[in-house]
């Protein structure tokens, strides 16, 4: 068995961690390329680009990525999980890698009801009634989303960085600069400057982030040239743009979205089974606290909770053991 982040941090220290990560994301990438291509489904809005691994009759569970990574932070997730006979999807975002809108004139829109409705549409594009769920960032929300608004039809979550669902109808409290700091971003991308930015150089950005998200984490010019394609998507930067502008009342929704965004800002709990975990490295999140009673008031039907040593922002990137575990354990 391959020796988790954590026993390595023990025994041989940061750098040599992240060499040895690194070869072990190289193999696995290489053996995901060997038996999946990306493929396609159509929905109402969007043409899914996806991997799909394991068994067509597993039981379904569906990795979400977050702003700005793509699937790749899921390929060491995807084995443990197709080699005990479960079938692994894992779709781009809109905006994201293949991902595509059908209708050339439709307006680029991201608000947090319409990434969790791609869920579900995606599932039902594919057939699939029932399906876990494992995402971060913006997949993480998407999830918890879908789990508020069909949960007959989550069979369990895993929450990484724990409740994210938005009040996008009422303006909240002003953030401490402590913490307001670390969103640069979200504020530099409601000006016409930081949108132009983006578009000028989206890799300067995202890079950027990559890094300062995860500090104990090396990522190679390899690991990034590996996602990169992915950001050059024509509609990355109108989708990103209208995500953040929209959380913060800059920019209207979907008119098909008032009434969930309404019934979302109400912040209502997760009842569906769900683990959450937490990284604990993290540049964006800081040191989540060891106090539990917080996630355990949004997540009802909470299996667990771990903060997970050695992970920043792109938990499932640096310790995929944890995420497969997790999984695992909820689909028994």
């Known amino acids: 068995m391959t020796p988790s982040r954590r ?11 992240a060499t040895a990560a690194a070869g072990t994301v190289r193999q696995t990438v290489a053996q995901l390329a060997e038996g999946a291509g990306v493929r396609s489904v159509a929905t109402d809005v969007l043409d899914i680009g996806y991997e799909e691994h394991g068994p067509p009759d597993g039981t379904a569970v569906v990795l979400l990525h977050g702003f700005p990574y793509d699937v790749r932070s899921f390929d060491g997730v995807v084995a443990p999980l197709a080699e005990t006979g479960h079938r692994v999807l894992v779709p ?15 307006p680029r829109m991201a608000e947090q009801a319409a990434i969790a409705q791609d869920v579900i549409d995606f599932a039902d594009a594919l057939g699939i009634e029932r399906f876990a ?18 949960p007959a039809r989550i069979i369990g979550q895993v929450a990484i960085g724990g409740y994210s669902v938005q009040n996008t109808v009422t303006q909240g409290n002003p953030m401490p600069a402590r913490i307001a700091s670390r969103f640069w971003y979200m504020w530099y991308f409601n000006t016409d400057r930081g949108a132009a930015a983006l578009e ?13 998200w995860s500090p104990q984490w090396r990522y190679t010019d390899e690991a990034y040239a590996r996602s990169a394609p992915s950001f050059d998507n024509r509609d990355f930067v109108e989708v ?3 995500s953040y502008r929209h959380r913060l ?8 979205f008032v009434d969930v965004e309404r019934r979302l800002a109400a912040r209502p709990p997760v009842t569906v089974p769900a683990i959450v975990l937490h990284p604990g490295a993290s540049g964006l999140g800081g040191t989540p606290s060891p106090d539990p009673s ?36 909820l689909l028994g």
């Open 7 to 17: 026993e390595f941090l023990e025994t041989a220290g940061a750098a040599s961690v």
């Open 92 to 106: 781009y975002l809109r905006g994201f890698g293949t991902t595509r809108f059908r209708d050339d004139s439709a």
């Open 133 to 150: 769920t494992a995402g971060f960032d913006w997949g993480n929300r998407a999830a918890c989303i879908a789990s508020i608004l069909e």
């Open 200 to 212: 000028a150089d989206r890799h300067d950005i995202v890079r950027y982030l990559w890094d300062t």
């Open 240 to 242: 990103v743009v209208h």
């Open 249 to 256: 009342l800059n920019a209207p929704g979907e008119e098909r």
């Open 294 to 329: 917080g996630d355990q008031a949004r997540f009802t039907n909470l299996a667990a909770r771990r903060i997970v040593d050695g992970a920043g922002h792109d938990l499932p990137a640096h310790r995929p053991d944890a995420v497969a575990g997790a999984l695992l354990e």
